[in-house]
């Protein structure tokens, strides 16, 4: 059962007894809020699907978001190798609210780690930022698509067949892109 | 025996140098006495590089303020008295103000910690308005603003290893440029960019302060082993970049910069008088309407 978790970064920023401020500035700000961050998701047992809400957020800056979004998706296995094992419980991150002047700081962090995430925009459509390749970006679009399902409920909505696309769909849920569950691979909605 | 330092009529970063040449040949511990008697203008870089200098002598030193009674006044807003008066022995009487009296859009502040740099983003923003407007910038260019002088003062709380200040002001460039410009300007005592770079250097390279420079601002080389460091720096260029602004960076005994088609300065100046810490500077021109 995978458990939805919004994630209020102007809250997150309150506890992390930063609230005279709705600026996401700073390493050590980024340190205090991923910190409350991981508290609250270590609170909530199993699969978990954490929407960090920057609706709130005024300014945000390379070290606050490298701290904050890199260090989070790190942590929680966005950049492990393919080779690695994956996490037993894995957490998947959806962003809300990101205005582009915050992708202005985002995007070059993600893309120094090898990183992607999965944007919600205002009217619930979802795209991808950061690394991304082509493939990866066309499996993901197939997946978001279909609404999910098994291998087979995917391919079908693929314009030609595709042998590999099993291992595709693997590889975009250890970048946490995709949700896998054991009746298939899923895209991250929330409702 | 008290050596004088004469500051130059008009103190920007350039004749700043010769303050520096002055200082040069004295040791560290030298009674130094700077003489602003006849300065009738200062940039944000020559007053917040009046007050490190200070915080680089062993002795504290002495100061005569501006005779100009218009001069001793615009710097009395802009803060340099207030923050000089702890780390000079002020010879003269100097004008009182308040914070908040002047037409700067950041008054001279020191940094020394994160709340610092929090504090210095916040009141920027509330005065974001206005320098969008100077710069003819959409009020959309508050954030990138704000974001490299989070950054800029950033590397004084991460890098430094000593405190630092930041100013920024605008000014009506009609002679030199034609059109307003706003400058930011961020000084620091601390170990500089050679020091602070010098674990990352390889046995066989080339490493002085021009090195340790270029090394950070050409390939974002960053203390820290972690290879989400030295976002900063790299993020500060691609703004800098963008507005078609002018970057300055000197530590030590070098200059390095990033020179937009509108300035004729060398990318890189190396041999100049020692000085501890890193001077930023970074002028960002109105823009031309297309």
């Known amino acids: 059962m995978l458990q939805l978790m919004p994630l209020d970064l102007r809250k997150a920023l309150a506890r992390a007894e930063c609230d005279l401020y709705s600026n996401l500035v700073t390493r050590a700000t980024g340190r205090a809020v991923r910190s409350q961050l991981e508290t609250m998701l270590r609170d909530m047992p199993g699969q978990r699907l954490a929407v960090l809400d920057f609706t709130h957020v005024g300014v945000l800056d390379f070290s606050c978001a490298d701290e904050i979004v890199a260090q989070l998706l790190l942590r929680f296995g966005a950049g492990l190798p393919a080779h690695a094992p994956a996490l037993p419980t894995p957490s998947y991150f959806m962003f809300r609210g990101l205005a582009e002047a915050h992708l202005e700081a985002l995007e070059p962090v993600l893309e120094r780690h090898g990183l992607a995430l999965v944007a919600e925009g205002p009217d619930g459509s979802m795209q991808l930022i950061g690394m991304v390749e082509p493939d990866e970006h066309s499996t993901w679009q197939l997946v978001v698509a279909s609404g999910g399902g098994d291998v087979d409920a995917i391919a079908s909505f693929a314009a030609e067949a595709r042998m590999d696309l099993h291992d595709r769909l693997v590889a975009l849920a250890r970048r946490r892109l995709v949700i896998q569950t054991a009746a298939g691979f899923h895209p991250l909605q929330h409702h | ?290």
């Open chain 2, 1 to 290: 025996m008290t050596t004088i330092l004469t500051v130059p009529p008009s103190l920007d970063d350039g004749t700043f140098e010769s303050l520096l040449q002055q200082m040069a040949p004295l040791a560290a511990d030298a009674k130094v006495l700077v003489d602003a008697r006849h300065t009738r203008w200062a940039s944000p870089y020559g007053l917040i590089g009046l007050l490190t200098l200070a915080q680089s002598r062993a002795d504290t030193p002495q100061f005569i303020p501006p005779e100009d009674p218009n001069t001793a006044s615009y710097w009395a807003r802009s803060g340099f008295f207030r923050n000089a008066e702890k780390l000079y022995e002020m010879m003269r009487p100097v004008p009182r103000s308040r914070t908040g009296d002047s037409n700067y859009f950041l008054e001279i502040t020191p940094i020394a910690k994160t709340e610092d740099v929090q504090h210095v983003v916040q009141h920027i923003q509330e005065r974001s308005a206005a320098i969008m407007e100077t710069l003819g910038f959409p009020p959309s260019g508050a954030i990138g603003f704000s974001v490299v002088l989070s950054e800029s003062c950033q590397n004084i709380i991460e890098h430094a290893d000593g405190p630092g200040w930041v100013a920024v002001q605008n000014y009506d460039w009609k002679k030199r440029l034609g059109r307003r410009v706003v400058v930011i300007a961020v000084t620091d005592c601390g170990i500089g960019f050679r020091q602070s770079l010098a674990p990352k250097r390889g046995s066989s390279d080339r490493w002085d302060d021009g090195a340790a420079l270029e090394s950070a601002l050409s390939r974002g080389t960053s203390r820290f082993h972690d290879p989400g460091r030295g976002q900063g720096l790299a993020g500060i260029k691609r703004y800098v970049a963008k507005w078609g602004a002018k970057l300055t960076i000197r530590s030590g005994t070098a200059r390095i910069g990033i020179i937009p088609a509108w300035d004729d300065e060398l990318a890189l100046i190396e041999h100049l008088p020692p000085f501890p810490g890193a001077q930023m500077q970074i002028i960002i021109p109105q823009a031309v309407a297309s």
